[in-house]
């Protein structure tokens, strides 16, 4: 199968995003004969060295389609309200693009005169700005400076000719916007390809919320997240990026947020090739493996996928290696009932009356994740609750992992239910990138961690082809892990 073969297949199925925003059909898409993604493949699909560079995939996001008009590519962007699964059992209300949060990516060629139609379904004003792109003052989407926001029900159509190459983002201009999600990776591929050319080119964008629990709206005036996201989704439903041994591997990194992130890849080096500014000097290739992301930053990544196995990339920051993490859990499932006094939502680090920044309850905003989070009280260790293990429909249960004396231990419990095998859900997480991982490994992902799969031949086709099938809609049969899959 060719990349442009599969680029269409990605516009297909992004098309479910568009339908109810009524952007562009397939049917109504117009590939330009120049889309970037035109490469001969051997039997065995191997890549031959041509000039023109792999399309970008975006795990989780889908690719903006666009329609031709005259020698001007056309997209269209709906900003709007979006509901994110951002791991199973918790969506979330975001504000994306077309369904999407991140928004989808949108790839052009250097050189290409791009019109992009913003329409505002938000219930206030946005805008929209190009970030690192040189183009008019005018088409900037700086608020109040180069244009008027956008009003609810309104719509601006930016226009311009693109004359730089990299990793590049689209995002709202408006400052709590971006907390709710509205970003969106645009690459420009370069007129003449990059050298070494690579074979497998990803999108990972980063952000975070602050989601109370049982609350579906982020926060965004916290300072304190809970949940970190990869491409919208936090681990374990983050999609592994798939790759064959040997082959040369592209990560484009985007971070929006309030922190830097410094991300890790396990069992590799690697050089960072490219910045939000574009192609960086090859005499600047230094290896690494953990690259600081900062706010607002892009950095592309190389390595030569020469090291096969399940290897971990992932936020070295510990906190955003977790999900939902909050400063109630331990106590509450170590005692009976609310710490004294307090009711179940104070308790919770809910708001029970006034605003978040009235006098009452303004102070602990600032750093907590709650309202209520200045309610916290020192704890002393206790015995754990015999007999009374967490019950969560689907994730896989097993005793917790804990010595004899682990209650005599000061500063027990830390990871016994943070992570481990009490907390895998292989199962609902379940998808065809992810087949034959070790089982539980579910338990050990969360926050801004995936893998990069480097697969021997036979194994990489055979996820390629459960991959498929999944597009083409039939029924997806997963073997257990380590056993023999036939197919027809
Ligand atoms: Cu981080």
Not at 16 to 35: C, I, P, R, T
Not at 249 to 259: A, F, K, Q, T
Request: glycine share 10%; hydrophobic share 35%; charged share 20%.
């Amino acid at each position: 199968m060719s990349s442009r073969r599969g680029f269409l297949q990605n516009v297909l199925a992004g098309a479910g995003f568009f339908a109810s925003a009524k952007v562009l059909s397939a049917q109504e898409m117009q590939m330009s004969g120049d889309m970037p993604g035109m490469n001969m493949k051997d039997k065995k699909g191997f890549i031959h060295e041509h000039s023109s560079p792999v399309l970008v995939e975006t795990p989780d996001v889908p690719n903006l389609p666009f329609r031709t008009d005259g020698n001007v590519k056309e997209f269209h962007l709906i900003a709007e309200p979006v509901k994110q699964e951002i791991v199973p059992g918790r969506t979330v209300d975001l504000w994306g693009y077309n369904g999407s949060a991140p928004g989808p990516t949108i790839q052009v060629n250097q050189g290409d005169r791009v019109r992009v139609i913003v329409d505002n379904h938000l219930p206030e004003a946005t805008s929209m700005h190009w970030h690192g792109f040189e183009i008019p003052n005018e088409m900037d989407g700086a608020p109040g400076a180069s244009q008027d926001p956008i009003p609810p029900g309104g719509r601006f159509v930016y226009e311009f000719t693109l004359h730089q190459e990299g990793t590049y983002f689209y995002h709202s201009h408006m400052a709590m916007q971006e907390m709710m999600g509205m970003i969106g990776a645009f690459v420009m591929h370069p007129k003449n390809g990059y050298k070494p050319r690579v074979d497998k080119d990803f999108v990972i964008i980063l952000q975070e919320y602050a989601i109370l629990p049982n609350i579906t709206v982020p926060n965004s005036m916290n300072m304190e997240f809970n949940w970190l996201s990869f491409n919208g989704k936090a681990g374990p439903a983050t999609t592994p990026l798939i790759v064959r041994h040997g082959e040369r591997v592209r990560i484009r990194l985007i971070n929006l947020g309030m922190d830097h992130h410094p991300i890790h890849l396990h069992g590799h080096q690697f050089v960072i090739t490219g910045t939000e500014g574009g192609r960086q000097p090859e005499s600047t290739w230094g290896p690494g493996n953990t690259v600081l992301l900062g706010v607002a930053q892009s950095r592309d990544i190389e390595f030569v996928a020469s090291n096969p196995g399940d290897w971990m990339l992932h936020c070295h920051l510990p906190h955003h290696m977790m999900n939902q993490m909050s400063s109630m859990v331990g106590p509450m499932s170590r005692r009976n009932g609310m710490p004294a006094s307090l009711d179940m939502e104070r308790g919770m680090g809910m708001l029970r009356q006034g605003s978040a920044t009235s006098e009452e309850n303004g102070p602990s905003l600032g750093r907590g994740l709650g309202v209520g989070s200045t309610a916290e009280q020192r704890m002393a260790n206790s015995p754990l609750k015999a007999g009374n293990p967490m019950q969560h429909q689907g994730m896989q249960m097993a005793k917790p992992d804990v010595s004899k004396d682990a209650n005599s231990v000061p500063g027990f419990p830390q990871d016994a239910f943070m992570e481990g095998p009490m907390m895998a859900m292989d199962q609902m997480v379940d998808k065809p990138e992810n087949f034959g991982l070790r089982p539980g490994w579910s338990g050990f992902m969360a926050g801004m961690m995936t893998f990069v799969r480097v697969l021997a031949q036979d194994k990489y086709d055979q996820i390629m082809e459960l991959r498929e099938k999944k597009k083409g809609n039939k029924p997806m049969k997963m073997a257990t892990p380590g056993t023999e899959q036939k197919h027809e």
